[in-house]
């Protein structure tokens, strides 16, 4: 590896450093453990579901998440994740953390390269592996003169996986050893699909037929007036339309029944054990676990808490993973950068009112229409996944080789 005589002075100044504050950490779990860092640029959400196939994966491992500044929070991360702060760049720090964990490998995803942890980890013989990198193409005038300095550091990583191949060249660019250089993609949010029962799907698309079906998921009271006005005027248009409607508040479901028969609706009720029969213009769906069943069913998903401000919906990638075509308002959160995904590749029709809705609906009754859209959802959700598992596969077969020459952790 090369040297660098501006490492060489950042590592003496980090040996010569005091050590911060002593933090509290938890106790490190038996066997083997994989520490992933959240770096610049990198994301939480997209980490957690990189946890939960690596859980999936090699589940007797335990996994650790750090980033800068304060412990992250582990929503989304597999139980029993341990969370920490990363230390100082300082080696005094930085050896207290890894007496502390004993990492066996070390997961740097984002575009930080801290010079005395990597050092320190790599001096340990402990893998390091760069995950997620994106990196300018280019190159400026102050990263030349560093150029040294950061080649040394990638040099020490037994595999860089970049986001593309502007990246690749990027990092080949400032140093990278070029054979460990690999174009993995973007590790991105997405959904594994929701579960159903799939005797009962069956069973229900054969009740269903040819009948054309949309799906208000996560309804809230105050949406449902768009609802119905855009059924209303798409059962004009095709009189055998089926609306599916998921209250947001599943208690709701008996009452909003009753409101449907009292303005003339032929409506169901699910957990009444009534069945969309041809003449059922709305069948209200309230019992647990079965979402998966209505985007399976649905080819229009309509997602309840986005037309008016104060919702909180469901995630989209759910029905986009299944293959429903998505149709959503304004009011986005706590889902904005999925949507922002999804939006960017063509695969949502947004509406800027709830009075929009209903036009939205019946244009959206024209297969091809809602096709295009679902298979764009899809094709997001399907490349989101791959990437996560060749991401999976670098970092376990880098664990297999570090595993086979070296003891059980204690």
Known sequence: MGRSIVLWAYLLAAKRARPGVSRP?????????????????ASLTSLGQLAQRLAREKPRTSLLITAEGAAPGLEGFPKETSADVLPPDTFPDVRGFLDHWLPD???????????????????????????????????????????????????????LLVQDPGSARGLRLRGAPIGRVEIAGRIEESNDPLTCNEAEREALAELLQARPVWFAAACPEAEEEAVIAAQAHVLRLAHRMLLIIAPANAARAPALVERLAREGWVAALRSAD???????????????????LWYRLAPLTCMGGTLLPGGSGRNPFEPAALGSAIVHGPHLAPYPDAYARLAEARATRSVATPQALTAAIAELMAPDRAALLAHNAWAVTSGGAEVTERVTQAILETL???????????
């Open 105 to 159: 490998l070390a997961v740097i995803a984002g575009s930080d390269l801290p010079p005395a942890l990597i050092v320190a980890t790599h001096d340990r013989a402990v893998p390091l592996v760069l995950v997620d990198a994106s990196v300018p193409a280019a190159i400026s005038l102050g990263q030349r003169l560093k150029r040294g300095m950061t080649g040394s550091l990638l040099s020490r990583f037994a595999r």
């Open 400 to 410: 297999a080789a570090r595993t086979a020459s070296a003891p059980e952790a204690a």
């Open 274 to 292: 009534e069945e969309p029969d041809p003449e059922v213009q709305a069948y209200v769906v309230d019992t647990e676990g079965e979402m998966g």
């Open 25 to 41: 950490r938890g106790p490190r779990p038996q066997g083997r453990v994989i520490w992933l860092h959240a770096g610049h640029g």
